[in-house]
C-alpha cells in the first residue's frame, strides 16, 4: 500500500527559509514520478517541483525557480524540497504526490495524473 506522509511544515518570516520532507512507503523501482503541489485558500492546485525517481527530469514552476530545489534520498525513500527566499504569496498547503509512470510538464503543472497524495502539510509565510 502506498503511503505519502510530509513533514516540515511551518511558518516563517517572508525571506526565511522551510524545508519540507515527504516519506514515501510502497513503491518499488524507480520507475515514478514524485511531485510537490501546493494550494492555497480560494485558489486552485498548482504544481511547484517534480521528479522522475529514475532520473533525467526535473520540473519547477516559473513561480519559484532559483528558490526551491527539489531533491530525493533514495536510500530513504524520501522527496525533500528547499524552500529559500520565501514571500507571502507561498503561503499554501503543499502536498506530496506520486505516479507509477512518467513524468510530464503538465503533469507536475496541474496534478492530473498523480495517483497517490499526502495529507499535506501547511506553510504560513508573514511579512
Known amino acids: 500500500q502506498v503511503q505519502l506522509v510530509e513533514s516540515g511544515g511551518g511558518s516563517v518570516q517572508a525571506g526565511g527559509s522551510l524545508r519540507l520532507s515527504c516519506a514515501a512507503s510502497g513503491f518499488t523501482g524507480s520507475n515514478y514520478c514524485m511531485g510537490w503541489f501546493r494550494q492555497a485558500p480560494g485558489k486552485e492546485r498548482e504544481g511547484v517541483a517534480g521528479i522522475y525517481k529514475g532520473g533525467g527530469f526535473t520540473y519547477y514552476a516559473d513561480s519559484v525557480k532559483g528558490r526551491f530545489t527539489i531533491s530525493q534520498d533514495n536510500a530513504k525513500n524520501t522527496l525533500s524540497l528547499q524552500m529559500n527566499s520565501l514571500k507571502p504569496e507561498d503561503t499554501a498547503n503543499y502536498y506530496c504526490?506520486?505516479?507509477?509512470?512518467?513524468?510530464?510538464?503538465?503533469?507536475?503543472?496541474?496534478?492530473?495524473?498523480?495517483?497517490?497524495w499526502g495529507k499535506g502539510t501547511l506553510v504560513t509565510i508573514s511579512s
Open positions: 504526490a506520486a505516479d507509477r509512470s512518467f513524468c510530464t510538464a503538465n503533469k507536475l503543472r496541474t496534478g492530473y495524473g498523480m495517483d497517490y
